[in-house]
């Protein structure tokens, strides 16, 4: 059972391999068709493009529990937002914006100068998220989602703005 999201403080922090197993069981809550099996393992050991970070709070019983995660890659000069997820018990907090813009944030002292991704069509919260930041639709990716056929939207943020993402990483 989640936290009571009332008054939790949700921590940010790099994922860690022992937190693969928590990641993968909200991966399976949050989407149809979640990452395959040792995916976030590859993300973590493999692959030295990708941030890999999660949100946690402290649950009644003083155990950790991750709310929330996001994976971007960095491509050359740009931030690939792979995927993010966060509890549907801990929605509309602004989990999400936090982990997006501390993504970003790493990204950019990396040398990424623009962000890309592709959501569904029928994501329309995540859009918002999205907007939010200035990201623009700039075309689709016709039956992306393999699970129900559906059209990914895909959307470019053209400038990483310190300051921007500092308040967007700061909201909440």
């Not at 966060?86 to 990424?112: D, N, Y």
């Not at 029928?122 to 939010?132: F, I």
Request: with cysteine; aromatic share 8%; hydrophobic share 45%.
């Amino acid at each position: 059972m989640p936290a009571d999201p009332a008054g939790s403080k949700v921590v940010l922090r790099p994922m860690t391999l022992a937190d693969i197993p928590q990641v993968e069981a909200l991966d399976r809550e949050c989407f149809p068709t979640p990452w395959p099996e040792g995916a976030f393992l590859y993300e973590l050991t493999r692959n030295p493009h990708a941030f890999c970070w999660v949100a946690e709070v402290e649950s009644p019983t003083g155990q950790s529990e991750i709310i929330g995660d996001i994976v971007v890659w960095l491509v050359v000069d740009e931030a690939h937002v792979s995927t993010i997820a966060v509890s549907p018990a801990f929605r509309k907090q602004r989990i999400a914006q936090r982990l997006l813009a501390k993504a970003l944030q790493i990204c950019k002292e990396k040398g990424a100068v623009q962000s890309m991704l592709e959501v569904r069509k029928s994501n329309l919260a995540a859009q918002r998220l999205y907007l939010k930041f200035g990201f623009t639709v700039v075309g689709k990716r016709k039956g992306y989602y393999k699970d129900k056929k559906e059209d990914a939207v895909l959307m470019t943020l053209p400038v990483l703005d310190d300051e921007e993402l500092a308040d967007l990483a700061d909201a909440g």
